[in-house]
C-alpha cells in the first residue's frame, strides 16, 4: 500500500435479466461512473460527487462506495485508510441500469487499486466480494468483466462467464422520469411458477445468447418472458405499455433490470432510430433515449499519477 495513492476508477452501467435471464444475465453499457479515489491519514473522509442523482448521495461513512472499500479492507485483514473520493455518476440511479452494482463494483476496484503491492485481489474474489454486498451477481459481473455474461452461484462461490456480443446488436435504453425500488419490484414476484412457465423461461435464455453471439434476427423470440416482468407490470404500467407497443412492432424490447428503463435489443443502428421514434407517441410518459455500445471491458482501475488531470 502506497501512502497518499490516487486511484482513478470507471464503471459501465449493466442492464440485468435481458427478458427470460432473470438473475443470470447481465449485459455491459456504454454509459459510466468514474471517481478518484486518494488515500488520506486514517479517520478522514472526503467525498465530492457531481452528475447524475448527486444530490441523493450521501458524503458519510453511509456512502456505498466508502462502505465497500471498507468491506474489503476488513476481508483482506488491512486497516481501512482515510479516504478523499471525487465521483463522476453517469450511470441513471434507481433506473434499472445497475447504479448500486456500479457503485459496489467502483469501490471493490478502488480498494484494489489501493492495495496493490500489498495485497493482489483476483478477478474470483472481486466477483465474490461484490456478490457479497449487491447479493447476486448479475450486475456486478459485467460491471466488472463487460460484456455479456452468464452469473451463477456455484459449489466455489459466485461465478461467471463472459461472451462476446454479434456486432449487429445496437442497444437502446429508454429512460424515463420516475425510480423504480428493485426490492419492490421483487415482492411482486410469486414464490413459485408453472413448470410451463420454467420451461418456457429456459428455452428462451438458451435462445438469446445464440441471439446475441450470432443471430440477431432471433433477438425478439429469444427475448421473450413469463417470470418476472408481467407481475412486476402493475408498479409500472408506462414501461409495460411500452414494451408492449415496441414488442407488437417487432422490437426486442425488456424492462432493463428492476425497471422502469426500457432495454432495446436492436437489430442494427437503423432499427435503434425507428424504435425512438415509435416510442416517443406510445405513451404520456417522456422517455430519455441513450443510443449506446455494448462495453467489452468493464470496469477498470489505474494509478493516477500525482498533479495530472
Known amino acids: 500500500m502506497v501512502l497518499g495513492r490516487t486511484v482513478e476508477v470507471t ?5 440485468a435479466n435481458l427478458g427470460p435471464g432473470f438473475d443470470t444475465l447481465g449485459l455491459a453499457l456504454s454509459i459510466y461512473d468514474t471517481l478518484l479515489v486518494t488515500e488520506l491519514p486514517a479517520g478522514q473522509l472526503e467525498i465530492q460527487v457531481s452528475g447524475t442523482g448527486a444530490d441523493e448521495i450521501p458524503r458519510d461513512e453511509s456512502n456505498l462506495i466508502v462502505r465497500t472499500i ?3 479492507y476488513q476481508d483482506v485483514g488491512r486497516e481501512m485508510p482515510g479516504l478523499r473520493i471525487v465521483a463522476e455518476n453517469g450511470v441513471p440511479h434507481g433506473r434499472g441500469l445497475g447504479s448500486s452494482g456500479a457503485a459496489v463494483t467502483a469501490g471493490i476496484l478502488a480498494a484494489k487499486g489501493l492495495l496493490e503491492g500489498d495485497v493482489e485481489i483476483g478477478d474470483d474474489d472481486l466477483l465474490r466480494l461484490a456478490t457479497e454486498l449487491e ?13 455479456l455474461t452468464i452469473a451463477w452461484m456455484g459449489e466455489r462461490g459466485p461465478q ?8 449487429g446488436v445496437s442497444p437502446l435504453v429508454l429512460v424515463p422520469s420516475y425510480t423504480m425500488s428493485t426490492s419492490k419490484a421483487r415482492s ?5 411458477v408453472s413448470t410451463e412457465d420454467a420451461v418456457f423461461n429456459v428455452s428462451r435464455s438458451a435462445l438469446l445468447i445464440a441471439a446475441l453471439m450470432q443471430s440477431p434476427e432471433l433477438l425478439l423470440d429469444a427475448t421473450a418472458d413469463r417470470l418476472h416482468q408481467d407481475y412486476r407490470a402493475e408498479a409500472m404500467p408506462e414501461t409495460q405499455r411500452l414494451v408492449q407497443a415496441l414488442r407488437a412492432a417487432g422490437f426486442a424490447a425488456v424492462v432493463s433490470g428492476a425497471g422502469p428503463s426500457v432495454l432495446v435489443l436492436a437489430d442494427g443502428p437503423g432499427s435503434r432510430q425507428d424504435a425512438v421514434e415509435l416510442a416517443a407517441g406510445v405513451t404520456d410518459t417522456p422517455w430519455d433515449a441513450l443510443l449506446l455500445a455494448v462495453d467489452v471491458r468493464g470496469g477498470t482501475v489505474g494509478e493516477r499519477a500525482e498533479g495530472s488531470t
Open 11 to 15: 464503471v459501465p452501467a449493466t442492464s
Open 70 to 72: 471498507a468491506h474489503v
Open 135 to 147: 447479493g447476486h451477481p448479475d450486475n456486478v459481473a459485467p460491471a466488472l468483466f463487460g460484456g
Open 160 to 167: 461467471h462467464k463472459k461472451l462476446l456480443v454479434h456486432r
Open 188 to 192: 411482486l414476484q410469486p414464490p413459485q
